[in-house]
């Protein structure tokens, strides 16, 4: 199986997640690429970009929205890892996304990261901006 450049950078966040001592299970949640469902019950949605450099900025389809809108309706809990190149992995809940994104929209929307030097992650999106830093 050749390996795809988007393996790799989906790689670095799913690693975080199987290091962790709550880790039990990952498995695929629907056919669409990025799309996890880590110990049972909480989805996890994997974008990346690749340059080495803040700021990042990440694009997501209508697809990608309605995808995660549907998951946090049904109530379930949602996160969207965020892959900055080689530097960081910024993971947002289902409240910081619905900060930033307007998940009831039918458009492409963004998310930016931003990362002062030697600081934490400084989150905008299409909808607004987090109050807070999000840690690396």
Known sequence: MQIQE???????????IVEHKSFKALNRATAKYGHY???????VFVKYRKPNRSPWQHTLSE????????EITN?????LC??????????LNSTEIGTILDLGGSRQ?????EIPKGGSCHVSGSKGKLKRTVPH
Not at 6 to 16: K, M, N, R, S
Not at 109 to 113: E, Y
Request: with cysteine; proline share 0%; net charge negative.
């Open 63 to 70: 697809d990608n929205i309605a995808g995660i809108s549907a």
């Open 75 to 79: 109530g379930h809990a949602v996160f």
């Open 37 to 43: 469902l880590v110990n049972t019950d909480r989805h």
């Open 82 to 91: 965020l892959v900055c190149g080689t530097t960081t992995v910024c993971a």
């Open 109 to 113: 929307q963004w998310i930016r990261i």
């Open 6 to 16: 988007q393996d790799i950078f989906h790689g670095a966040a799913l690693t975080q």
